[in-house]
């Protein structure tokens, strides 16, 4: 009896250590699972920073490679400017030597008359001197003229046309019979114009037709008597 009891509590002591024992290795499995995952995660979190740190070089990369294209562009783009004020300065010289050229000429035909006047030649009367500086003086305004036009600077001759307060400019206003709209019959100083542009506006004198005066007496007459004939009846 007593050995089959010592028995029977060996058995139990056996079990009891078996389970400990499975117990044991269940957590010791668990564990190396949880070590696992832990470097499994840990070999992810190092492959993303791997992957974001080779991304952002990329990204730096590119934006050095912006920044020293910008650079560029603005450089080309300051010499682009340079190289057009510098064209328009030339060709702004080009243009005032051509028309200084003219100029010079007519100063030169002006001199001589100048010269000319000053002195009166044996035998010629005063007369026939201020006759020929005259015309000397109209010589040089055409040649003037000439020049203007050379340059496609046009006289604006609007005379005997209807009015036009683009081009010109009334200096005086008269009424006549003999138009039927507002006409341009007297120049007071020419203007010029190059192509659409008015460099500077005709001043003329307008004429008004008749018609339109004696109308707007006529309405005011009436205006007035109906307001006359109102006040009576009141």
Not at 24 to 40: F, H, I, K, N, V
Not at 166 to 181: F, H
Not at 212 to 232: P, R
Request: glycine share 4%; hydrophobic share 35%; aromatic share 4%.
């Amino acid at each position: 009896m007593h050995d089959e009891g010592r028995n029977h509590e060996a058995e139990k002591v056996s079990q009891e250590e078996a389970v400990a024992v499975n117990a044991a290795a269940q957590e010791s499995d668990a564990l190396s699972q949880a070590s696992s995952a832990r470097e499994g995660d840990s070999a992810a979190l190092q492959k993303q920073l791997t992957e974001a740190k080779d991304e952002l070089e990329k990204k730096l990369k590119e934006l050095a490679e912006l920044k020293d294209l910008m650079q560029r562009r603005q450089a080309d783009f300051e010499n682009y400017k340079k190289r057009v004020i510098k064209n328009q300065e030339e060709t702004r010289k080009l243009a005032i030597k051509d028309v200084a050229l003219d100029i010079i000429s007519i100063n030169d035909d002006l001199l001589r008359a100048i010269d000319a006047s000053s002195s009166v030649k044996e035998g010629e009367s005063l007369e026939h001197a201020h006759a020929s500086f005259v015309d000397g003086v109209k010589m040089i305004s055409k040649n003037i003229e000439e020049t203007l036009r050379k340059y496609g600077v046009e006289e604006i001759d609007h005379l005997g046309r209807p009015f036009d307060p683009q081009y010109n400019e009334a200096v005086e206003i008269v009424t006549s019979d003999a138009v039927k709209e507002e006409t341009v019959t007297k120049i007071y100083q020419k203007g010029y114009s190059l192509g659409e542009l008015v460099i500077r506006s005709a001043r003329v004198q307008v004429t008004k037709p008749v018609q339109i005066k004696e109308v707007d007496e006529n309405t005011e007459m009436a205006e007035n008597g109906e307001g006359a004939d109102a006040q009576s009846a009141h």
